[in-house]
């Protein structure tokens, strides 16, 4: 297998020199290149389309966070692992947005330093442990709030009607589900459709799953119900 191509960009020199002592070769993992400057990131990043570029927050000319959306804008096959001693909020989701697929703590040990650069060169997304759990919490207020109280626009049954809908249930079934009528089934769907502003039972069940309503779907063809 050939090792991953990776360039160093850190303004410290002795830095840079244990990061290539760490990213050896026997991990499948060769430095390629180095950089000083954030300006200097981007320019080698270019020259050599590396795999994964290891970048520190705060460099001189541009900072990492500029030069990480250089590099991603560029080429966004090139993925890059923030590795920086800033953990708060505004860096860490500032280089999110940028385009880091990583984002390690300096003083991070050896292992976990190589396991992140594969995995970023895997596209996936990593987080030392206690930045992880800063992401984890944001993103689950985020949902939170969407989850809130989707479609404010509908009445609490309206709701109930529009969830089961988006599980697959025709209207027969939901008359018997929610013991009502045929005719007050059909009023709640035509009041939903009006609300939502769609055509028909396919729309609501999208906008309905886009919300997060339905969960797991009773259907199982590619036909929507009904």
């Known amino acids: 297998m050939e090792p991953l191509r990776v360039v160093v960009a850190d303004d410290h020199p002795v ?3 244990g990061l290539r002592l760490v990213l050896c070769p026997t991990d499948h993992l060769e430095v390629v290149g180095e950089a000083a400057t954030g300006l200097e990131a981007v320019s ?3 020259e050599l389309q590396p795999d994964v570029v ?3 927050l705060r460099m001189p000319e541009i900072n990492g966070i500029e030069a990480t959306r250089r590099i ?3 080429n966004p096959r090139v993925a890059v692992l923030m590795v920086t001693m800033f953990d708060d909020d505004e860096s860490v989701f500032s280089a999110i947005r940028a385009g ?3 984002y390690v703590l300096k003083g991070a040990d050896r292992s976990e330093i190589v396991r992140a650069v594969h995995a970023v060169a895997g596209g996936e997304m990593i987080f030392g442990p206690g930045v992880a759990d800063r992401v984890l919490s944001y993103f689950s207020a985020l949902r939170g709030q969407h989850s809130v109280s989707p479609f404010p626009q509908l009445t609490e049954r309206e709701r109930e009607v529009l969830d089961l809908i988006a ?4 209207n027969p079934e939901l008359a018997r589900r929610l013991v009502l009528s045929p005719k007050t089934v059909r009023n709640h769907v035509s009041n939903i459709f009006s609300k939502l502003q769609v055509a028909d039972r ?3 069940i999208v906008r309905a799953r886009e919300a997060g309503l339905g969960g797991k779907e009773r259907f199982t063809s590619n036909a929507w119900p009904a």
């Open 44 to 46: 080698v990043a270019a």
């Open 100 to 102: 880091a697929k990583g």
């Open 54 to 56: 290891v970048m520190d």
């Open 202 to 204: 396919a729309q609501a």
């Open 167 to 170: 599980k697959g249930y025709s």
């Open 15 to 17: 830095y840079r020199d």
């Open 72 to 74: 991603v804008s560029a």
